[in-house]
């Protein structure tokens, strides 16, 4: 069976061939970077303690981390080449066709067919047990007689909430009339009574109006004498 590849994901190809290319390089840099730089640092170390010189080393967790970022680092430069690769074959696979792979026979089994399902059963009104029928006739007729009391109940309510209101309504006309006939009662009895003190206050100061006029004479007539016993 032959089969064409048509198009490569440059999205799963970078992240296959970081991880790939990253492992990778940090297996083949612990044997050929890490454990010779290890031996390294040692001997010169020892050749320092020796000679007395200042010679410079790295310190093995230098080195490990050294590792790891240069692991990484070839790991991304890799995968951004393989990706650009796929981008490529993408579009060339576009113009002249992708590569036909030829894979061994694999017997394609047809798939079955669905079962067709049984149509449902007819659905049948179950009958009703004569029992089951006198009882809902007797529940049907309790029913309408309870219906009909309620109703009756309901109208004997109504009838006398009416009359109690025409009662309370002719009870508040008449109280009103009263309070009515008496507030003018109350007001005749006010103007009464103000004529009454009108009257009585004229009276009073008529009196005094007299009383001060005859005062004033008798005074007059008393400045009258005594000036005349002052001239003789």
Do not use: C, H
Request: charge should be negative.
């Amino acid at each position: 069976m032959k089969t064409t590849i048509r198009r490569i994901a440059p999205g799963s190809v970078f992240k296959v061939i970081l991880v790939a290319y990253a492992l990778l390089s940090v297996i083949i840099g612990f044997f050929v970077f890490l454990i010779p730089g290890i031996a390294l640092n040692n001997t010169l170390r020892g050749l320092a303690e020796q000679t007395g010189l200042n010679i410079p080393t790295t310190s093995t967790f230098m080195l490990i981390v050294a590792l790891i970022v240069g692991a990484i680092i070839w790991g991304v430069i890799v995968a951004i080449i393989a990706a650009l690769f796929a981008v490529l074959y993408n579009i060339v696979a576009g113009w002249v066709g992708g590569i036909k792979l030829e894979l061994d026979g694999i017997p394609v089994q047809a798939a079955p067919a669905p079962a067709t399902a049984a149509p449902p059963p007819p659905l049948t009104r179950p009958s009703t047990p004569p029992s089951l029928s006198s009882s809902a006739r007797s529940m049907q007729s309790s029913a309408a007689a309870t219906s009909a009391a309620v109703g009756a109940a309901a109208a004997t309510t109504a009838s006398a909430v009416k009359d109690t209101s025409s009662a309370a309504a002719s009870t508040a006309q008449s109280a009103a009339n009263k309070v009515a006939d008496t507030t003018q009662a109350a007001a005749s009895s006010v103007d009464d009574a103000a004529k009454a003190v009108a009257d009585t206050a004229g009276d009073v100061v008529d009196a005094a109006s007299d009383a001060a006029s005859d005062t004033v004479e008798a005074v007059g007539d008393a400045v009258d004498s005594v000036a005349d016993a002052v001239k003789e």
